[in-house]
Antibody
Framework: QVQLQESGPGLVKPSETLSLTCTVS????????WSWIRQPPGKGLEWIGY???????NYKPSLKSRVTISLDTSKNQFSLKLTSVTAADTAVYYC?????????????WGQGTLVTVSS | EIVLTQSPGTLSLSPGERATLSCRAS??????LAWYQQKSGQAPRLLIH???NRATGIPARFSGSGSGTDFTLTISSLEPEDFAVYYC????????FGGGTKVEIK
């Protein structure tokens, strides 16, 4: 059974960089696409970006200038960095695996981690 | 960018009733359409992928249909645990989510 677990600081100051890591267990990260998704309190889901096991990435256009997703196959982890954060970046952040036809769905999710941007 | 519009925003039904949720895409998305269920405080759970295929372990009362721009998630007879928020999602060059439909107890 594949499991994903997000980790990282729960509080980030405005203008600083949000950094999260997703650890994958029960399966190898060396295949599939791996995504980050976020959900502001009381709102809907927003896809942030994905990384392929080869290292290629794709980001939501409105976040592209601030986002970097990277992969560490030796640790079976992938990571998210979001720079210059503001209160609007306060959200529960999820990592997930893409699968299904065309790698179009998210079949395994982490439990999510709340990141609050505040001074 | 493809926009997914879900309707209604809220559906008020009683246990045992049939729920019909709609997801409309701003342009054709072939069959790469997924549905998720999210309960309060939990991560979303995949219900349906490729428009009509139930994910592993999902009860048969959940079904998906549609193609092109119009998709439907049907819950044939609501169980108490089905009251939640449901999202549709598509992948083109990016991944896009609909705004969600809340299914609440009437």
């Amino acid at each position: 059974q594949v499991q994903l677990q997000e980790s990282g600081p729960g509080l980030v100051k405005p203008s600083e960089t949000l950094s999260l890591t997703c650890t994958v267990s029960g399966g190898s990260i060396s295949s599939y696409y791996w995504s980050w998704i976020r959900q502001p309190p009381g709102k809907g889901l927003e896809w942030i970006g994905y990384i392929y096991y080869s290292g290629s990435t794709n980001y939501k256009p409105s976040l592209k200038s601030r986002v970097t997703i990277s992969l560490d196959t030796s640790k079976n982890q992938f990571s998210l960095k979001l720079t210059s954060v503001t209160a609007a970046d306060t959200a529960v952040y999820y990592c997930a695996r893409q699968a299904c036809g065309g790698d179009s769905c998210l079949d395994y999710w982490g439990q999510g981690t709340l990141v609050t941007v505040s001074s | 960018e493809i926009v997914l519009t879900q309707s209604p925003g809220t559906l008020s039904l009683s246990p045992g009733e049939r729920a019909t949720l709609s997801c409309r895409a701003s342009q054709s998305v072939s069959s790469y359409l997924a549905w998720y269920q999210q309960k309060s405080g939990q991560a979303p759970r995949l219900l349906i992928h490729d428009a009509s295929n139930r994910a592993t372990g999902i009860p048969a009362r959940f079904s998906g249909s549609g193609s092109g721009t119009d998709f439907t998630l049907t819950i044939s007879s609501l169980e108490p645990e089905d009251f939640a928020v449901y999202y549709c999602q598509h992948r083109s060059h990016w991944l896009t989510f609909g705004g969600g439909t809340k299914v609440e107890i009437k």
